[in-house]
């Protein structure tokens, strides 16, 4: 059973998301177009947050192959969202490296700042925060990443995971 | 003053442009490989160069190259390997920061060198960034005539890609990779057929680390004889070593292979010694897949030789005494660090890494994480130890890719070394709790309880 938001509101790709995946699907031979579906569900997650059952479906629709190849490589992969998150997803990195430079007190600070635990969204929809592994940036720890761009914030202490929160919230005002 | 091959000109303002690469002798070697030597002769220059898989394994670069197979009308791929995900390993996303060019001039050499016409650098999906900056390094060399039909007018034709994968850290092994470039869950193949017969759309394939690549560059500059004059023994050239954990200077750094590792880890040239004023208590030297060393193993073999920064002084005495060069992960433990806590955290990675696909590592590592959790919060057993051994010897060798024994070496190695901390684990459990409990962003339920009284 897919772990996946249940929502059936339809999706429609515009023409410049067509665009995109058209540039990506030129990138392989003819009849391998299936090589373009992770960067193609980048591109969906980037447009509409996360993942929905009908945009995976339009998506397997648009590489001429069966829904359940999509799922399976939704559901593989843990970069993909498969319910909505807050506007912005702090990863943080949980592995070796960075918490020995102190990752999960930082942790411990982002769920006391934004008053919410793991996986959950604040009541604004701003935000929600996660730990993920290795995000190979061990030497800067502890790190965390937002997408969809995935910037990466590196050497983090609770006055810059303060800052940095801060200029989400000024950024999402404006 | 350690020599720079890679990251010689990595400070030059504007590096990461074709114009300034190209005014610091950028791309002489795409000129020198296609103009003046034939496929087979870069080829040989590689092999010549001794140079080793810069990735983890290890194994001849040039030698690899010679088993691709080469049947008529058949295309043949590159992949360069960028799914950089070991912890402990961030080499190959600085110098793809930095110096992009290098990276995309070295997979010109070797698509050239291996026939291939199209390529493709598989980045992992967090890598956004890096994937920007490549993409648009590889817009500057197609305009300027390096990449794209007839490059420089040699007749030689190559398209570059670059691939996004999908934040999954078994896509670093090769056959996992050209199964996630298919679009598919990254689950590795059985191997033989190996790639180089049967690869990528089941055509011959080269997989190659991003390091591998790019060292290609200085090899055709200067000739595969004069590279393989650096380093010593079988460890030729130089090697970027990324260095965390608990060093005053993290960072990445080029050594040339056979660097002392007391040089390395205590001169200021390097990681400047261990923070703080503190200790060293352990070492894992070549990602968190390798086994980890206490300081005394890591300085000096059994035989009481100074241990060298190459791959055979690290692995000297085995998995008994000695580690593996890896892919060059260098992180460092002090005297205040927790090994079980590490082992657990280590274990955790790769059970959520795991693909699932074998049984011993999709329940070992499993098995191994939730044995590891109550050790570390508190609630282990003595007989908790042996068990830990024993599942770690029941994975390691039984899965269809490393990613078992990857994840089976950290816990028998930690074991091996630091058995009396585990046990202290489990005979002052409360000590040991309360000591990491500070630092635990996921305190076990029962242990707030305990603490609370």
Known sequence: ?174 | MGRKLLLEHINVPGINTFDVYRSKGGYASVEKALKTLTPDEVVEEVKKSGLRGRGGAGFPTGMKWSFLAKPEGVPRYLVCNGDESEPGTFKDRYLMTYIPHLLIEGMIISSFALGANTSYIYLRGEMMPQIRILEKAIAEAKAAGFLGKNILGTGYDLELYVQPGGGAYICGEETALIESLEGKRGNPRIKPPFPAIAGLYNCPTVVNNVESIAATVPIIRDGGDEYAKIGIGRSTGTKLISAGGNVKKPGVYEIDLGLPVEEFLYSDEYCGGIANGKRLKAVVAGGSSVPILPANLFMKTVNGEGRLMSYESLADGGFVSGTMMGSGGFIAFDEDACIVRNTWNFTRFYHHESCGQCSPCREGTGWMEKVLHRLEYGHGKMSDIDLLVDVSKKIEGNTICPLGDAAAWPVASAIRHFRDEFEWHVTDAATAVTRNYGLAGYADPLVIAEKAG
């Open chain 1, 1 to 174: 059973m897919l772990k996946v938001e249940n929502t059936q509101v339809p999706v429609e790709f515009s023409t410049q998301l067509l665009a995109k995946f058209a540039d990506k699907v030129s990138r392989y031979p003819e009849g391998k177009q299936k090589s373009a579906l992770l960067p193609i569900l980048h591109d969906v997650q980037a447009e509409f947050g996360w993942l929905s059952v009908p945009a995976m479906d339009k998506v397997a629709e648009y590489l001429k192959i069966e829904p359940i190849e999509v799922y399976e490589v939704a559901t593989f992969y843990t970069m993909y969202l498969l319910r909505p998150q807050g506007k912005y997803l702090l990863e943080i990195c949980r592995t070796g490296p960075c918490c020995l430079v102190g990752a999960e007190k930082i942790m411990d600070y982002i769920e006391q700042k934004l008053g919410v635990k793991e996986g959950e969204v604040t009541p604004d929809g701003l935000f929600s925060w996660r730990g993920v592994e290795c995000l190979a940036a061990c030497g800067f720890g502890p790190v965390l990443q937002i997408g969809p761009e995935y910037t990466f914030y590196e050497n983090l202490t609770p006055e810059s995971v303060d800052q940095l929160i801060s200029d989400l919230r000024a950024k999402a005002s404006n």
